[in-house]
């Protein structure tokens, strides 16, 4: 599953190694990060499937497996997002499509106040303001920011 979304969950992962992986390999690698949070906050398979599905979480469990995920590929530094690490992230992902680069920025500026004492809370803050920013711009979560903006 392709989607640009996947930069909310598996951020480093994809960083590091994803620009040349396939659709189905980028899925197994955002899985494979949640599945070695899921037990370290008590997550269900259940948790994993609706972040892999772009859904963000509602139950606290579910909210700290993002937070683990973030955690774990660098987005969450000092205890806050590193809007950098978002921005790099972006433009790997995005490669030359400067249109696409472009929509990125705007819903990451639009979304880089979140805040919240409590890092799951804030997380699934971020997942959130993302997808409606991504929404507000013809983005569905499903298809990825480049697949969505090639269809307008």
Avoid: W
């Amino acid at each position: 599953m392709k989607s640009f979304y996947s930069f909310v969950l598996i951020f480093g992962i994809l960083l590091s190694n994803a620009l040349a992986l396939t659709p189905e390999e980028k899925h197994e690698a955002e899985k494979k990060i949640l599945d070695e949070c899921k037990g370290s906050v008590g997550a269900t398979n259940n948790d994993v499937n609706s972040i892999l599905e772009r859904k963000t979480p509602t139950e606290y469990k579910g909210k700290c497996l993002l937070k683990c995920a973030h955690e774990k590929i660098g987005l969450i530094q000092d205890g806050k997002f590193s809007i950098d690490s978002f921005k790099a992230f972006g433009e790997k992902e995005l490669g030359n499509d400067m249109k696409a680069v472009g929509v990125f920025n705007e819903m990451l500026d639009a979304c880089k106040s979140i805040t919240d004492p409590d890092l799951c809370e804030a997380s699934a803050k971020m997942m959130d303001c993302m997808i409606k920013e991504g929404l507000k711009r013809g983005v569905d979560p499903k298809k990825g920011i480049k697949e969505s903006i090639a269809s307008n």
